[in-house]
């Protein structure tokens, strides 16, 4: 299929005897805005610096529009048509902010004026302001306009909102939702702000210590996730929940996180006699946070 | 036609637009026949996916409230009040007044929510085993 412009497979890296990757696959469908969550160290950034031929796979493939992020021909072909906003946000300290423009807009083939205008109005910058002089929010719409301007078919933000005011914050998600509206390009963002991508993300990939936890449409996911706490006359043996993803259990109260046979699992409760099973509705934080916990016994 | 979004209640995005925007035909915010803001202003707006948006609008097609006409117009059509506004109307005092109930019991609205939503489980699962199967409906 050809509907995807992110494409990983079995991705690994190493770096010295750290694995940062240890076979990560997923895919992001084109035209979608995609979270990708993970804790600190779980590999957001690696996967991005390899995306973008920053460091070269140790081990598994990975495309972008169908081109190979490991050969250099093709990664330069990606680079092209791929906008980065990282989060050490590297400008030139001592150019101008129309200076800054004149230099990304000279190293790109395809950009876009109209797009460089709007959002020099939109985000007020002011053009002879030195960028050394600019605060954390205006460095960020500066160089948000930088990749935006760009015309790239793919967006890659690393934290974009990270340590922004509630103002620059709305404006930035707006600017990204109204980009991928409007030019029909593919945005893949990591994140710490589950809330923020619970709002403008249609996808999600959670990946933790290398790998994918969990991909897929997140209004799929908000349908498929319930929790269920049941409580029963005495703690139920721990291994009667066979299938189910996370599970908390104090006492004789059970707490799972169930996605898909939230029936089966209620009608098991109530056949082991439970006095009280309640099923609720999860937001994304609770299920990356189920997904992600440090004591989770996964196999 | 004033709509609000809850990322915090775990109800999916989507279905929370379709409620509403249903509700604001049915209240009569937007009537038969007058148009819905286009797909990208309204995520805009709302600052939310614009994929979100289009789904939610098709669904709303898909089940005859709304028709998407050539050249990206939402247009209420109609058949989205008739006998469900009805159904409404009979439903709400029965609920206000059971609800009613259970805050003299003291039971808080995430207790009522709870209990709710247990309530319409079971009902599921009922219907689900009167069809036979076991399987439940929808």
């Keep these: ?299 | 036609m004033v709509l609000k979004l809850n990322t915090a209640s775990g109800v999916p995005i989507y279905l929370q637009l379709m409620e509403q925007i249903k509700y604001a035909i049915e209240t009569g915010a937007v009537r038969l026949g007058e148009q819905l803001p286009g797909i990208r202003r309204l995520a805009e707006d709302l600052v939310m996916n614009p994929n979100t948006v289009a789904k939610a609008y098709r669904e709303l097609e898909h089940e005859g409230v709304i028709e998407l006409r050539h050249g990206s117009g939402a247009f209420v059509s109609g058949q989205a009040g008739n006998g469900r506004a009805d159904r409404f109307e009979r439903g709400r005092p029965v609920l206000e007044a059971a609800m009613r109930k259970l805050a003299d019991f003291g039971l808080s609205e995430e207790e009522m929510r709870r209990l709710f939503e247990n309530e319409l489980n079971q009902l599921r699962e009922q219907r689900g085993r009167t069809k036979g199967n076991g399987r439940a409906g929808d």
């Design chain 1, 1 to 299: 299929m050809d509907g995807l412009a992110i494409d990983v497979r079995a991705l690994a890296k190493r770096y010295g005897d750290t694995e940062a990757l240890r076979g990560l696959t997923f895919g992001v469908p084109r035209g979608s805005l995609c979270g990708f969550l993970g804790r600190n160290g779980a590999g957001k950034t690696t996967t991005l610096k390899l995306l973008l031929g920053m460091a070269r796979p140790t081990a598994g493939e990975g495309f972008i529009f169908g081109r190979r992020i490991d050969v250099e021909a093709e990664s330069v072909a990606i680079r092209r048509e791929t906008a980065f906003v990282s989060e050490s946000k590297d400008l030139y300290p001592f150019t101008t902010v129309e200076q800054m423009i004149r230099i990304a807009r000279a190293a790109c083939p395809g950009w876009r004026a109209d797009l460089e205008s709007k959002y020099l109005k939109l985000f007020e910058l002011k053009p002879k302001q030195k960028v050394s002089a600019l605060s954390r929010g205006n460095l960020t719409r500066l160089n948000l306009l930088l990749a935006l301007s760009r015309g790239a078919r793919l967006l890659l933000l690393d934290e974009p909102t990270q340590g922004l005011d509630t103002v620059v914050r709305e404006e930035v998600l707006q600017a990204l939702v109204s980009y991928v509206a409007t030019e029909e390009s593919t945005i893949f963002l990591s994140s710490h702000e589950l809330h923020e991508v619970e709002q403008i993300c249609d996808r999600v990939v959670i990946i933790d210590h290398g790998r994918a936890l969990l991909e897929g449409e997140l209004d799929d996911l908000k349908g498929n996730y319930r929790r269920v706490r049941a409580t029963f006359p005495q703690a139920p043996p721990a291994n009667s929940w066979n299938g189910v993803r996370a599970l908390v259990q104090e006492g004789r109260t059970v707490s799972m996180l169930v996605s898909g046979h939230v029936d089966d699992v209620v009608a098991r409760a109530r056949s082991m006699e439970a006095t009280t099973v309640a099923v609720d509705p999860v937001t994304l934080k609770e299920i990356f946070l189920e997904l992600v916990r440090p004591d989770d016994s996964r196999a």
